[in-house]
Structures are given as structure tokens and as C-alpha cells.
T-cell receptor, first 111, second 114 residues
Framework: ETGVTQSPTHLIKTRGQQVTLRCSSQ?????VSWYQQALGQGPQFIFQ???????GRGNFPPRFSGLQFPNYSSELNVNALELDDSALYLC??????????FGAGTRLSVL | DQQVKQNSPSLSVQEGRISILNCDYT??????FLWYKKYPAEGPTFLIS?????DKNEDGRFTVFLNKSAKHLSLHIVPSQPGDSAVYFC?????????????FGKGTLLTVNP
């Protein structure tokens, strides 16, 4: 059974660019949640996808968007990158319950 | 407004002794609580959870206590081992809600000294 995998591991972008982060959910899981973890903070909920539909969103602007595919993998897209978007982006999968299993994350640096 | 608070940024204990990590919450709608452990360059790893209908849950060396009236929970690690050194996050969710989002505290860095 494979766990949650995220790609890429690290990414460097410049302000104003767009970025796509990818997540493969754990086998048997149909729910994917995305979190942003800034330095020295706990993870903050961005949004969740359940069976390809957005199922809840945190306090993030519309330039943060996502997709979930039929195989339950997911993408996080961020447009018009800002310096404050520099963070660790975590993906978590679950089987429609509260125990979420996390990937190792993508470290995004915006210059 | 932080709904989940971990007021101790760090904690240092001796190997073999008890580690006690604390967490407070303000949202009365939270009724499911989790602890995650995070090593550098890894994602958070689920440790133990507790539902609001219980006041204690044990799993090996780890025990979580919940005091609903005080809106307080704690994680006890006995005995502490050097491999337990990591950042510990307390998280909460509204299980009855539609999206099970987790609200995290800022974390406590635990260092277990040999």
C-alpha cells in the first residue's frame, strides 16, 4: 500500500508566476485536503476535494484553486504568486473521515 | 483568532521521563482531536486521536487526555525516547460538519535528551 506522494519536492518561482502542485492519494482514499504551512506556523486548511468536487474551503483567495481526478489524485494551482505564498504545501488523503494522512509536502519559494 | 493554541513552543525532557504536551481550544463545535508528529523534511504523521465522548485514549506509550469543560487536551509520552524528538501538532475538527477540515495549533518542539 503506497502512502501519499507529492511532487515536486521543491520549487522556486518568481512573483506573478503560476504554479501547479500534485498529490497522489493513499490507496483506498477518496478525499484529498490541501494545507499551507508557513514558517513557524501550523498547517492551515486551503480546501478539500471529495469525489472530484470541492467540499469546503478555508480563508484563501480565489487564485488558489484545485482539481481532483477520477483516480482521486489532486492538483493545487496558485496564480499570480506573491512573496507570502512561500510555504510548505501539504496534501492529506482520507477515506471520508477525520484521520488524514499527509504527504511530505512541496516547499515553494517565491522570489 | 487562533482556535487551537499550543502555548509552549518547546519542551525539553530527559530520556525515560514523562513528556506532557498541552493544547487549548476555543471553538465549542470541535469534537474530534488529533495529535500529529512532524520530523524535518517529512509530512505530519498521525499519532493518536480522541473523540469528545471520551476523556482518555491510550496507544502504547502515548495517552491523550481531554477535558471538555476546560477545552483542554494533553498528550503524555511515557517513557520518552530520543526518537520522540520532533514537532508535535494538536489538531481539531468538527466531525459533524461537512468537510472535516483540521484546525492546527502552531506546534511544540519536543527534545528528548539521552
Amino acid at each position: 500500500e503506497t502512502g501519499v506522494t507529492q511532487s515536486p519536492t521543491h520549487l522556486i518561482k518568481t512573483r506573478g508566476q503560476q504554479v501547479t502542485l500534485r498529490c497522489s492519494s493513499q490507496s483506498g482514499h477518496n478525499t484529498v485536503s490541501w494545507y499551507q504551512q508557513a514558517l513557524g506556523q501550523g498547517p492551515q486548511f486551503i480546501f478539500q476535494y471529495y469525489r472530484e468536487e470541492e467540499n469546503g474551503r478555508g480563508n484563501f483567495p480565489p487564485r488558489f484553486s484545485g482539481l481532483q481526478f477520477p483516480n482521486y489524485s489532486s492538483e493545487l494551482n496558485v496564480n499570480a504568486l506573491e512573496l507570502d505564498d512561500s510555504a510548505l504545501y501539504l496534501c492529506a488523503s482520507s477515506s471520508r473521515g477525520s484521520i488524514q494522512y499527509f504527504g511530505a509536502g512541496t516547499r515553494l519559494s517565491v522570489l | 483568532d487562533q482556535q487551537v493554541k499550543q502555548n509552549s513552543p518547546s519542551l525539553s525532557v530527559q530520556e525515560g521521563r514523562i513528556s506532557i504536551l498541552n493544547c487549548d481550544y476555543t471553538n465549542s463545535m470541535f469534537d474530534y482531536f488529533l495529535w500529529y508528529k512532524k520530523y524535518p523534511a517529512e509530512g505530519p504523521t498521525f499519532l493518536i486521536s480522541i473523540s469528545s465522548i471520551k476523556d482518555k485514549n491510550e496507544d502504547g506509550r502515548f495517552t491523550v487526555f481531554l477535558n471538555k469543560s476546560a477545552k483542554h487536551l494533553s498528550l503524555h509520552i511515557v517513557p520518552s525516547q530520543p526518537g520522540d524528538s520532533a514537532v508535535y501538532f494538536c489538531a481539531a475538527s468538527e466531525v459533524g460538519g461537512s468537510n472535516y477540515k483540521l484546525t492546527f495549533g502552531k506546534g511544540t518542539l519536543l527534545t528528548v535528551n539521552p
